[in-house]
């Protein structure tokens, strides 16, 4: 929310986003899991974990079913095989591509002729 009360975004993109997340079987929280991934390029899961508010098991979890969906894969550490970072897939950056291009497309003005 800005200072006047008014969210970022239009509540047309929103239930967009939402109808996005169901096609894909998404959780909020998994959608918010992968914005975290792509902005920090290879974290590892103890990070996001961090950063969802999340315990490590129940992150593993989340990233598990990410795996399953073909959205997100897990990358042992080449310092320590136990640390596993994770990496979207393309799909993953395509969906979120898509989600950012439709909140900047409905944000833009629009101008009558």
């Given at each position: 929310?800005?200072h ?5 975004f ?7 986003a ?8 998404l ?11 792509v ?11 961090e950063?969802?508010?999340r315990?490590?098991?129940a ?7 990410l ?6 894969v ?5 310092d320590d ?16 591509a ?5 909140h900047?497309e ?8």
């Amino acid at each position: 929310m800005d200072h006047h009360g008014h969210s970022p975004f239009p509540a047309e993109f929103l239930l967009g986003a939402l109808r996005q997340l169901g096609r894909r079987e998404l959780t909020f929280t998994q959608l918010v899991a992968m914005d975290y991934i792509v902005r920090r390029g290879a974290p590892t899961i103890r990070e996001v974990a961090e950063a969802i508010d999340r315990s490590p098991a129940a992150t593993s979890r989340l990233i598990d079913d990410l795996v399953r969906a073909g959205l997100v894969v897990r990358q042992s550490s080449a310092d320590d095989r136990r640390v596993k970072h994770v990496h979207l897939t393309t799909a993953a950056k395509d969906f979120l591509a898509s989600l950012h291009k439709a909140h900047h497309e409905r944000a833009r003005p629009r101008h009558s002729h």
